[in-house]
T-cell receptor, first 111, second 113 residues
Framework: DGGITQSPKYLFRKEGQNVTLSCEQN?????MYWYRQDPGQGLRLIYY???????QKGDIAEGYSVSREKKESFPLTVTSAQKNPTAFYLC??????????FGQGTRLTVV | AQSVSQHNHHVILSEAASLELGCNYS??????LFWYVQYPGQHLQLLLK??????LVKGIKGFEAEFIKSKFSFNLRKPSVQWSDTAEYFC???????????FGKGNQVVVIP
């Protein structure tokens, strides 16, 4: 089954804990993205990676970290430094000068 | 970095009415432009895209968008909406040759039967 897999769909964590969101793709796309979606805020770019072992900060990178050790995987860690981590997180993939494809998202709730 | 503006976040209209959603971007170079749609409970999917050529682009489900370079705009239109068009619509842009993809804040569209 081809596409982008984000897991888990729902995630609950206690305040102060780090949590890692998974994003895997088998589309052979070079670029991968992490966005945060909040009501009325649209999609805000957290990090993106254009190639393995390289990534760039987006508009709201503070409190987040990523790695890109494999082409297929781009995990996002929400650290305890993120002041308001409860949100819907979307992973996307793409190639240069083409559209991005999105996963189903992970809804993170920090209690 | 490029930025994208979408106005009128909430739009409510009746079936058969015409829909136009505005999108303006700030970037002086060559861009790729997109409209995505998110139906309730579903993931984002591409509605249409513009890379080059005819500035009037036709997408799925009867949607079209017009790129006006002088106005830095890429407005989305549909002549006659249906209840099933109820969704959130996002405009997105990236600079040609660059993967950084920026989104607007979205338009929440509700179509009343």
């Amino acid at each position: 089954d081809g596409g982008i897999t984000q897991s888990p769909k729902y995630l609950f964590r206690k305040e102060g804990q780090n949590v890692t969101l998974s994003c895997e793709q088998n589309l052979n796309h070079d670029a991968m993205y992490w966005y945060r979606q909040d009501p009325g805020q649209g999609l805000r770019l957290i990090y993106y990676s254009q190639i393995v072992n390289d990534f760039q900060k987006g508009d709201i990178a503070e409190g987040y970290s990523v790695s890109r050790e494999k082409k297929e995987s781009f995990p996002l860690t929400v650290t305890s430094a993120q002041k308001n981590p409860t949100a819907f997180y979307l992973c996307a993939t793409g190639t240069v000068d083409a559209e991005a494809f999105f996963g189903q998202g992970t809804r993170l709730t920090v209690v | 970095a490029q930025s994208v503006s979408q106005h009128n976040h909430h739009v409510i209209l009746s079936e058969a009415a015409s829909l136009e959603l505005g999108c303006n971007y700030s970037y002086g170079g060559t861009v790729n432009l997109f409209w995505y749609v998110q139906y309730p409970g579903q993931h984002l999917q591409l509605l249409l895209k513009y890379f080059s050529g005819d500035p009037l682009v036709k997408g799925i489900k009867g949607f079209e968008a017009e790129f006006i370079k002088s106005k830095f705009s890429f407005n989305l239109r549909k002549p006659s909406v249906q209840w099933s068009d109820t969704a959130e619509y996002f405009c997105a842009v990236n600079a040609r040759g660059n993967n950084r993809l920026a989104f607007g804040k979205g338009n929440q569209v509700v179509v009343i039967p």
